[in-house]
Nanobody, 127 residues
Framework: QVRLVESGGGSVLPGGSLSLSCAAT????????WAWYRQLPGRSREPVAS????????DYVDSVKGRFTVSVDHRENTFYLQMDDLKPEDTARYYC????????????????????WGQGATVTISS
């Protein structure tokens, strides 16, 4: 099991910056993917960015490319989302997600895939 706790967010003017953190505890050694999703008012949850452990580069949805940056501190098991040049359409509740499962070195058993979600953090961009 992995537990995720988000922090950060808040309210900012258009063009401003905010950052979110996602601290993971539990079986963090099993995390294969870190991701940020967001849910806009009246819409379903959508992916924003993801980072595969051991992967080359993060993936970003087109609408945030060049403005958002993700990073992970593996020692602290914390995932970050830096959001710059924020726009009103970025207003949403942001959720951290991790994925565990599959095969792992040293483990004979294949683990069932599972998604783990944080509680969310609200980001509001308004003038």
């Amino acid at each position: 099991q992995v537990r995720l706790v988000e922090s950060g967010g808040g309210s900012v003017l258009p063009g401003g910056s905010l950052s979110l953190s996602c601290a993971a505890t539990g079986h963090t050694d099993l995390i294969k993917v870190w991701a940020w999703y967001r849910q806009l008012p009246g819409r379903s949850r959508e992916p924003v960015a993801s980072l595969t452990v051991g992967g080359a580069t993060p993936d970003y949805v087109d609408s945030v490319k060049g403005r958002f940056t993700v990073s992970v501190d593996h020692r602290e098991n914390t995932f970050y989302l830096q959001m710059d040049d924020l726009k009103p359409e970025d207003t949403a509740r942001y959720y951290c997600k991790t994925v565990t499962g599959g095969t792992y070195p040293g483990r004979s058993r294949t683990l069932e895939y599972a998604d783990w979600w944080g509680q969310g953090a609200t980001v509001t961009i308004s003038s």
